[in-house]
């Protein structure tokens, strides 16, 4: 399951609820300038695609497009809706992974030091840096 919040006001908001179905693009830091003009910009005033120079790709399962330029696209269907007071919370259920093959370590996992993610908070988009520590490493 994955999810999202999104305000009532916003276009996506609306897309979702009609479709039933969404996708989450993980962009990388190679088009960090397009994201941010992607959530500066509302999809009722720009065809975002076209803006930022993104190619659609079609899902394998959903109806929601998927955007080539982004190394990771997780496909999902939509399972509730929890209103959450200024947003409200979309629930998925993950029904497909794509990742771009120039990212994937030899044992299949992906590898962030190539696919150069990053996130925003508090107004800043940070990099998602170096390895911190492994899982489960607090017990030995």
């Known amino acids: 399951m994955l999810g999202i919040s999104i305000r009532p006001s916003r276009l996506s908001h609306r897309l979702i609820r009609q479709?039933?179905?969404?996708?989450?693009?993980?962009?990388?830091?190679?088009?960090?300038?397009?994201t941010d003009l992607c959530g500066v910009t509302s999809g009722n005033d720009a065809d975002k695609f076209r803006m930022c120079s993104f190619t659609e790709t079609a899902p394998s399962k959903i109806s929601s497009p998927m955007i080539s330029e982004c190394p990771v696209n997780i496909e999902c269907t939509l399972k509730d809706i929890i209103k959450l007071g200024a947003h409200d919370l979309f629930l998925g259920e993950v029904v497909a992974l794509h990742v771009d093959d120039g990212i994937l370590k030899p044992d299949g996992?992906?590898?962030?030091?190539?696919?150069l993610p990053f996130v925003y908070t508090q107004g800043e988009y940070?990099?998602?840096?170096?390895?911190a520590g492994l899982y489960g490493f607090s017990k030995k």
């Open 126 to 131: 940070r990099e998602v840096g170096k390895k």
């Open 109 to 115: 996992s992906i590898d962030y030091d190539l696919a």
């Open 19 to 34: 479709t039933k179905d969404f996708v989450v693009n993980i962009p990388s830091v190679k088009i960090l300038k397009e």
